[in-house]
């Protein structure tokens, strides 16, 4: 079992930024592929950005490329998501997720945190 808890989450205005972070225990982190979903009030729970475990690949949504940054630290078994420019229709849950196949791509996860709500206002 993986353990995962996510923080970092919280009220910016648009145009302002946040990092959310995602503290992994329970296995072998660097063994984990780690992805961050979304899902606002009334949507489809949305994969935007996913990293692997070793090599450093790495997965954006069109909805946050370019805008939104993934990075792991493996020595500190925590996974960052960087986010810049933020718009109200980022408002959201925001979910860490662990991978330890090569589903993690195809935002395939079955680790899962409970979440951190981030609210954009405009």
């Known amino acids: 079992q993986v353990q995962l808890v996510e923080s970092g989450g919280g009220l910016v205005q648009a145009g302002g930024s946040l990092r959310l972070s995602c503290a992994a225990s329970g296995r072998t982190f660097s063994n984990y592929a780690m992805g961050w979903f979304r899902q606002a009030p009334g949507k489809e729970r949305e994969f935007i950005v996913g990293i692997s475990a070793r090599s450093g690949s790495t997965y954006y949504a069109d909805s946050v490329k370019g805008r939104f940054t993934i990075s792991r630290d493996n020595a500190k078994n925590t996974v960052f998501l960087q986010m810049n420019s933020l718009k109200p229709e980022d408002t959201a849950v925001y979910y860490c997720?662990?991978?330890?196949?090569?589903?993690?791509?195809?935002?395939?996860?079955?680790?899962w945190g409970q979440g951190t709500q981030v609210t954009v206002s405009s």
């Open positions: 997720a662990a991978e330890d196949s090569i589903a993690w791509y195809r935002g395939e996860y079955d680790y």
